[in-house]
């Protein structure tokens, strides 16, 4: 049951920023960096390292392994920006984008090369990309 509710409210932060949507290609490469022992699975200390809050780690680890598989990352990543798009409109502008792990202003405006003052979901996550060690 409580995978379920998980799962539901998972889905619907993801519609709320559902205008774009992540590829395979895009969670890999994330995964890969976040992964940093290589081990196939991301754990809490890569996963605050990548930019993911605690919460979102819990969240999207319904089976309590300590460890999200690709699909739970990709579900941490959708959550995350879901919460941090305030205002619901598919898009971080600065403010947001800080809240959801977004360090720096300088990777911020590299993944806004329109200057629009906003980032997607895919730009949301090539900026945890580039931010990651």
Same mark, same amino acid.
């Given at each position: ?23 395979? !290609?895009? #969670?890999?490469?994330? &995964? $890969?960096? =976040?992964? /940093? @022992?290589? *081990? ?5 200390? +890569? %996963? ?26 990709? !579900?941490? #990543?959708?959550?995350? &920006? $879901?919460? =941090?798009? /305030? @205002?619901? *409109? ?5 403010? +947001? %984008? ?33 931010? $990651?060690?």
């Amino acid at each position: 049951m409580v995978r379920l509710i998980l799962s539901l409210t998972v889905l619907a932060c993801t519609a709320a920023s559902a205008q774009v949507t992540l590829t395979d !290609a895009q #969670i890999d490469s994330a &995964f $890969a960096k =976040a992964d /940093a @022992d290589k *081990d196939g699975k991301v754990g809490l200390s +890569e %996963a605050k390292k990548f930019g993911l809050t605690v919460d979102t780690f819990r969240k999207a680890d319904p089976d309590r392994h300590a460890a999200l598989d690709k699909k739970e990352f990709a !579900a941490a #990543i959708a959550y995350q &920006f $879901a919460w =941090a798009n /305030a @205002d619901r *409109d598919g898009t971080l502008d600065w403010k +947001e %984008a800080s809240m959801a792990g977004v360090r720096s202003k300088q990777t911020f405006d590299a993944v806004d090369p329109a200057h629009h003052g906003t980032i997607d979901i895919a730009g949301y996550l090539a900026a945890l990309v580039a931010q $990651a060690k």
